[in-house]
């Protein structure tokens, strides 16, 4: 006789428990396939927080753009430039807590968060120079600050006489009462110092960009605020897409955060929310026909460039919608956290950070054979590109000692658990060959 052959049930896997069925399939290779062609085949991106990915169909918006203005620029620049600017800020005001009403006053499409950076500085800078600000007062930064972001405030802010002063923040990351009772310590430590000097600007990230830990950034201003700071700038570069944002709910006084990381849009579009009284004195760092307009309108036009990114946003945001945002969030979050936790083990190793401290991506230390330190863990990455055709970002060295070497990883809607088995093996490998 002849075995009667057991149906087979689909299980899903545990990322993909709570979605639903036609969003199993969407998500994945199937994505992969279906939004992101022009991925290279061979290439295994586990970096998708540095430079995101633009879907298709949005790059396709982007060309149709492109191609309008290429075909009558004078017409563009005259009827449409405008309205497409003003579609853009109402289509991410939706997505980030911010009424449409506020929109045309407090919410500025600009090319990167780099750009707010450098925008809020400049306008620090203007308050020491006019003496509003006294030298010797502090501007509170981070040991995880992005790089461009402190050079900004260093850079336009230090020789007017500015106190550039940094909490240490651990890597590893602990817990959120840790993060709050360093910023506690360093407010108390600088106020004691000087009875007359003052905190004027604190700048927090919303997701720390090396170290991926979700800071409580709502916390830590209703802290920063009881020590009297004047101006709380969050940079939330990787926020848009990863975290549900009411970016007026936070209580600071500005806040960037980039659109092409996780909300599907063109490289070159981001955004500066500010209260409607900063916004009133801020000007944007290119001097234009615009100067003077304020710097919404400013942000719109300064200089003939490529705008579409910018015109683009609400394409990308549909696409996000449409699969619906909440879906790749819970996708995303909890297949980075599969992929994290079964790293740790495989190496013999833990993560780097509480798992309620991740969104999308997560913090996973090495083998000890791979290294230490940064030039370790930059030979590291060149290899697995190399032999291995898989993309890290750079990984980073702990702050204990002896200090450990760990990986950020990244999850996002065309990747599955098998791409992590790739960067486990390969990992493997090199510590068995090392």
């Known amino acids: 006789k002849k075995k009667k052959k057991k149906t087979k049930h689909f299980v899903p896997p545990a990322y993909c428990v709570g979605l639903q069925p036609y969003m199993m399939a969407a998500f994945g290779q199937e994505a992969k396939k279906t939004y992101f062609p022009y991925h290279l085949e061979e290439l295994c991106r586990l970096n998708h927080g540095s430079f995101g990915a633009c879907p298709q169909p949005v790059l396709d918006e982007q060309e149709r753009l492109r191609l309008e203005w290429a075909q009558n620029p004078d017409m563009v620049f005259e009827n449409k430039a405008a309205i497409y600017s003003q579609a853009a800020r109402e289509a991410l005001g939706s997505v980030i807590g911010i009424p449409i009403d506020s929109t045309a006053n407090c919410l500025a499409l600009i090319d990167n968060a780099t750009t707010a950076a450098s925008t809020l500085a400049v306008s620090f800078m203007q308050k020491w120079i006019r003496e509003e600000w006294k030298r010797g007062d502090s501007i509170l930064v981070t040991s995880t600050t992005y790089g461009s972001v402190a050079k900004a405030m260093k850079f336009y802010c230090e020789p007017v006489g500015a106190n550039i002063t940094e909490v240490a923040l651990p890597i590893p990351v602990t817990t959120n009462q840790d993060i709050l009772a360093a910023f506690e310590e360093r407010c108390q430590n600088l106020l004691s110092t000087s009875s007359t000097s003052k905190i004027r600007v604190a700048v927090l990230d919303h997701i720390v960009s090396t170290s991926s830990h979700v800071l409580p950034v709502k916390q830590m201003t209703q802290l920063l605020r009881k020590y009297g700071v004047d101006f709380i700038f969050v940079d939330g570069a990787h926020a848009p897409g990863q975290l549900e944002l009411n970016v007026e ?33 801020l000007s944007h760092p290119i001097v234009s026909h615009s100067n003077g ?142």
């Open 249 to 281: 709910d936070i209580g600071c006084d500005g806040y960037t955060g980039n659109l092409h990381k996780w909300l599907y849009c063109p490289s070159g579009s981001a955004f500066l929310w500010a209260t409607k009284e900063t916004m009133k004195s």
């Open 293 to 434: 307009q304020g710097f919404v309108l400013e942000s719109e036009f300064f200089g003939t460039k490529d705008y579409t990114a910018m015109w683009a946003v609400p394409k990308g945001i549909e696409f996000a919608k449409s699969l619906g945002i909440d879906n790749i969030r819970r996708y995303c979050h909890t297949l980075v956290l599969e992929a994290g936790r079964m790293l740790a083990a495989a190496w013999g190793t833990s993560l780097g950070q509480p798992e309620d401290m991740a969104a999308n991506m997560v913090l996973v230390q090495l083998p000890l054979s791979i290294g230490s330190t940064f030039e370790d863990g930059a030979t590291l990455r060149r290899v697995l590109y190399l032999e291995d055709k898989i993309q890290i970002q750079y990984p980073v060295p702990s702050t204990d000692s002896p200090p450990r070497l760990y990986v950020r990883i990244s999850a996002n809607i065309y990747n599955d658990i098998d791409d992590y088995h790739k960067l486990r093996d390969a990992v493997l490998q090199k510590t068995k060959s090392s």
